[in-house]
């Protein structure tokens, strides 16, 4: 199965989220809305794409005590969001919390969470700075393996690690990478990047897109060149 696109609508005011949607709506169905979008303009970003039809990614990342979790699952959910992440650091006792929350109305809301494992701005001299004495290619796969014991749905990791994630869960465990770039792109500040045909190989079920699509000159035909690549690297 190819991995659906999502693009992120990292835009620092609505009018040019909204040109990104309008520009790019024939060729994606999935939108990401992350800190920016959500906390500058989140209401009327969410029901424009509520009103187009299409799929919302609510990349949150809550992090903090179960109960505070729960709520802000619990709000989430009322947006519509189909995807939303929190981070899998934040421990069992909270994960399952946010499992909980998310089942509590679980035939009405599509919600679907998935468990940040490490960010792909990470190294692994930065995860020691912060106490973690680990490698992303072995504490990814670990916590992709709590998350799925606590009923999380799915993991976000970088490409890297996409393959050990598959081996540490089970098939329909959803994978999702963000840090794609296509051949000859930027990194800017990810660090663990890689190309659409990298994520397809990989098995990834959904990749971000971000800045290579809303700084083209043609966002529409970026998008379309990146599901055309996606298409021919599994034809």
Avoid: N
């Amino acid at each position: 199965m190819k991995p659906e696109l999502v693009i992120a609508l990292d835009e620092p005011d609505w009018e040019r989220a909204s040109a990104l949607i309008d520009k790019t709506r024939s060729r994606a169905q999935w939108y990401k809305v992350g800190y920016q979008a959500y906390y500058g303009y989140g209401e009327r970003i969410i029901a424009q794409l509520r009103d187009a039809g299409k799929s919302l990614f609510l990349d949150l990342k809550l992090h903090d005590i179960p109960t505070t979790v729960a709520a802000g699952v619990r709000a989430a959910a009322k947006t519509g969001a189909s995807l939303l992440t929190v981070h899998a650091a934040g421990g069992r006792a909270m994960l399952e919390a946010a499992v909980a929350a998310r089942d509590e109305d679980s035939e009405r809301s599509p919600l679907r969470l998935l468990a940040v494992t490490v960010l792909t701005s990470m190294r692994a001299a930065d995860l020691r700075e912060v106490g973690v004495d680990r490698e992303p290619a072995t504490l990814v796969p670990m916590r992709a393996r709590l998350a799925a014991s606590c009923g999380i749905d799915g993991v976000v990791c970088a490409v890297a690690e996409a393959r050990a994630v598959r081996e540490a869960t089970s098939k329909d465990f959803v994978v999702l990478c963000p840090g794609i770039r296509p051949a000859g792109a930027s990194e800017g500040d990810q660090r663990r990047v890689a190309t659409p045909t990298d994520a397809a190989r990989a098995g990834a079920d959904f990749i971000v897109v971000g800045r290579p699509i809303a700084q083209a000159a043609d966002p529409g035909e970026a998008a379309y060149a990146i599901t055309r690549e996606i298409e021919g690297t599994l034809a």
